[in-house]
């Protein structure tokens, strides 16, 4: 039973390791809500999480000497629950988001260094390498299930306004003359030269 229980703590975790891009869908809903932030100022909501985990891979070690795996494990999770949840309610400027989503980014450099010590401490030999590929499994699943139901609810990009267009009437049909192909000569100068006869 405490197996069991292991393996499904591990796999939950496992399915949000990728929840830093799981924005990505509908960053065009949020560049629409912020329109006076550059598209590469909403762009850095996702750089914000890549390169604060980063510090969160540093403080794990530090934290792990101190707290069981298991507690940073939670608190991995419920960090980005809380911060993942915040710019839904704290959402006046694009700069509360950014930092909301470094945040995130540190409690997920957590998740993301704490598996796989708790994959190779909790397991061994074929059955460590199992978990290591259910565990990637999950991580694409969850991403998949989180990005395709974020984009079911809004355009990846913002939709461009649609420029008016100009009806016109109905084409006429433009006849084949041959003069006008021979030199561009039109009807008029074709008749001036009739009148004045072609013989010498």
Known sequence: MNALKTR????SLSSITLSGIFIVPIIGMVAQAFPDSSLSGVQMIISASTLTALVGAWLTGKLASVLSR???ALIGAGGILLFGMLPYFIHSGLAAVIAFSALMGVCLGFINNILPTLISVHYEGEQRQSVMGQQVAVASIGAMVFMGGQARHG??????????VRR?????????HPSRER???GEGEVARLGSRGLDP
């Not at 355009?155 to 008016?164: D, F, W």
């Open 8 to 11: 499904i703590g591990i796999l």
């Open 70 to 72: 298991k507690t940073v």
């Open 155 to 164: 355009p990846v990009v913002p939709r461009l306004p649609r420029l008016p």
């Open 168 to 176: 016109r009437g109905p084409h006429r049909m433009r006849l084949h």
């Open 183 to 185: 030199g561009g000569r």
